[in-house]
């Protein structure tokens, strides 16, 4: 596989998998604080890493050089995390994964500001489509709510989540010093850990632990092994090798795996007009894939 294939092979595992932490996610946010939560995926999933890193490429000393960076980048994802937990206690899972796919706007905006990436028209269209169909089904296929501008508060925090993750995307290209994506996850990881200890210390210290549900030791192992550890080395895998609005252009696929996340865990399906939307995130899917085969085909023929 080439390496834009293999890029975008990345973002559809992470698209699968980062579907599964709406629906999970939805089930256990007003069973333990997001803070606490989320300090506990972050270590958690650093020590998965930090295995997995020393088993394959190792840690070497370069790798901490300029430690601010991960800093950074924790910061940025351990926001994005809080923010969406918070934002889970009152959005449904599919509003919140509809949000989400706002979040290639974003991107795009972020990486022309930090790296100077192009946004060609074909793929303006594209972010375009994908964005009317997330509005869609953020206003449920209502008319009179989209006029009236209704968007709940989950939502509403949520979307600032969303913006710290756009930021994000573009960061690690910018900060990348030429680390391994298992190096540079487990740098982030470490850092987003310590952050959160610090900011919701007092929740971490209020919650008890003995006595949750077995339902949150469900989700937070998976958003600890599955949307953090797994979908960390993904996204900086296909940042690296793919523009930041392509890479984070596969979130249009989120609301169609969390539907099917739903349907498994034995929720009811959406209405129909509320699918129409789901179909035009995948159609924007489907825009930007086809403009980068075409983008592909004319350089190879330049270059014959």
Do not use: K
């Given at each position: 596989m080439s390496?834009?294939?293999?890029?975008?092979l990345a973002m559809l595992v992470f698209s699968a998998l980062v579907a599964g932490s709406f629906s999970l996610g939805s089930?256990?946010?007003?069973?333990?604080?997001?803070?606490?939560?989320?300090?506990?995926?972050?270590?958690?999933?650093?020590?998965?890493i930090g295995i997995a890193a020393l088993m394959t490429t190792?840690?070497?000393?370069?790798?901490?050089?300029?430690?601010?960076?991960?800093?950074?980048?924790?910061?940025?994802?351990?926001a994005y995390f809080v923010l969406m937990f918070y934002g889970l206690k009152t959005a449904p899972p599919v509003s919140a994964a509809a949000v989400f796919t706002l979040t290639p706007i974003l991107s795009a905006v972020a990486g022309w500001v930090l790296l100077r990436q192009?946004?060609?028209?074909?793929?303006?269209?594209?972010?375009?489509?994908?964005?009317?169909?997330?509005?869609?089904?953020?206003?449920?296929?209502?008319?009179l709510?989209?006029?009236?501008?209704?968007?709940?508060?989950?939502?509403?925090?949520?979307?600032?989540?969303?913006?710290?993750?756009?930021?994000?995307?573009?960061m690690v290209r910018k900060l990348n010093?030429?680390?391994?994506?298992?190096?540079?996850?487990f740098g982030t990881l470490v850092a987003g850990c310590a952050v959160l200890t610090v900011f919701g210390w007092s929740d971490i210290r209020a919650t008890d632990w003995a006595n949750l549900p077995a339902i949150v030791w469900i989700g937070l192992f998976y958003v600890a092994v599955c949307a953090s550890a797994a979908t960390f080395v993904l996204l900086q895998y296909a940042t690296l090798l793919l523009p930041s609005a392509k890479?984070?252009?596969?979130t249009y696929l989120t609301p169609s795996?969390?539907?099917?996340?739903?349907?498994?865990?034995?929720?009811?399906?959406?209405?129909?007009?509320?699918?129409v939307g789901i179909g035009l995130t995948i159609l924007a899917l489907v825009l930007l894939l086809k403009g980068d085969d075409l983008g592909m085909a004319r350089r190879q023929t330049a270059l014959d």
């Open positions: 390496p834009q294939a293999r890029g975008h089930m256990i946010a007003n069973e333990i604080a997001p803070a606490a939560l989320n300090a506990a995926r972050f270590a958690i999933a650093g020590v998965v190792g840690l070497p000393r370069s790798a901490a050089r300029a430690p601010w960076r991960y800093l950074v980048l924790g910061g940025l994802f351990s192009i946004t060609t028209p074909h793929m303006a269209l594209a972010l375009s489509v994908g964005a009317v169909g997330a509005l869609w089904v953020v206003f449920r296929a209502d008319w709510a989209f006029r009236a501008f209704e968007i709940g508060q989950g939502e509403i925090i949520y979307f600032w989540g969303c913006v710290a993750h756009a930021i994000y995307t573009p010093r030429g680390e391994p994506p298992v190096v540079f996850t890479v984070m252009a596969y795996w969390v539907i099917i996340w739903q349907i498994a865990l034995g929720q009811p399906a959406p209405g129909l007009l509320v699918l």
